[in-house]
């Protein structure tokens, strides 16, 4: 089992910052891929930024440019750093992994979401 915890989350004014972190603690091998995903009220869960183990990232084309990634592997971290914010940008933020459960199988985890608001 692993478990996130996010945080850095919060209301910010239009063209602002937000670093959002998550913390992954628990019994695995390793984590493969830890990102971020966003749900806005009426809407479906999309995916914002991932990045694997080895730093690759993928983002989503609204926030690429915008948003970048990162991972600290030792600390089994995930930053999302968040600049130019638009109100469009507003949603719960979801940290996810994927990580080994063992040599044979994956899981997949997620955090209790962080509210990220933007004013205009």
């Known amino acids: 089992q692993v478990q996130l915890v996010e945080s850095g989350g919060g209301l910010v004014q239009a063209g602002g910052s937000l670093r959002l972190s998550c913390a992954a603690s628990?019994?695995?091998?390793?984590?493969?891929?830890m990102g971020w995903y966003r749900q806005a009220p009426g809407k479906q869960r999309e995916l914002v930024a991932v990045?694997?183990?080895?730093?690759?990232?993928n983002y989503a084309d609204s926030v690429k440019g915008r948003f970048t990634v990162s991972r600290d592997n030792a600390k089994n971290t995930v930053i999302l750093q968040m600049n130019s914010l638009k109100p469009e940008d507003t949603a719960v933020y979801y940290c996810?992994?994927?990580?080994?459960?063992?040599?044979?199988?994956?899981?997949?985890?997620w955090g209790q979401g962080t509210q990220v608001t933007v004013s205009s």
């Open positions: 990045s694997t183990s080895g730093g690759i990232t």
């Open positions: 996810n992994a994927r990580y080994k459960k063992n040599w044979y199988a994956t899981g997949d985890a």
């Open positions: 628990g019994t695995f091998l390793s984590i493969n891929d």
